[in-house]
């Protein structure tokens, strides 16, 4: 069983950035393709972006059409991270962003993903 502990969120203005943060523990995260959601009140949760792991190939990724261009995905398979870097931040990416793992396929489906932490508040101010 994997463990994920997100942290960085925070309040900032808009056109500000953060930078969140993974820690994942119990298995290396080079196993696992890892994603990050969000979720606004009375929202349901949205897939922000993905991360396939290391292949002798390249690494994938994918965006939510929201937050093309302005987030990055990124992961650091020796210090068994995940990062998501935010910039260009706006009212409406004020959320709670979770941390995902996938044993199986890289997706943009929630329900692809297996664990999950706990998640770190984002807030955006106008």
């Known amino acids: 069983q994997v463990q994920l502990v997100e942290s960085g969120g925070g309040l900032v203005q808009a056109g500000g950035s953060l930078t969140l943060s993974c820690a994942v523990s119990?298995?290396?995260?080079?196993?696992?393709?890892m994603g990050w959601f969000r979720q606004a009140p009375g929202k349901e949760r949205e897939f922000v972006a993905a991360?396939?792991?290391?292949?002798?190939?390249?690494?994938?990724?994918y965006y939510g059409d929201s937050v093309k261009g302005r987030f990055t995905i990124s992961r650091d398979n020796a210090k068994n991270m995940v990062y998501l870097q935010m910039n260009s931040l706006k009212p409406e990416d004020t959320a709670v962003y979770y941390c995902?793992?996938?044993?199986?396929?890289?997706?943009?489906?929630?329900?692809?993903?297996?664990?999950w932490g706990q998640g770190t508040q984002v807030t955006v101010s106008s």
């Open positions: 991360i396939s792991f290391l292949t002798f190939a390249s690494t994938r990724t």
């Open positions: 119990g298995r290396p995260v080079s196993s696992y393709n």
């Open positions: 995902a793992a996938a044993g199986g396929e890289l997706s943009t489906r929630r329900t692809a993903y297996d664990s």
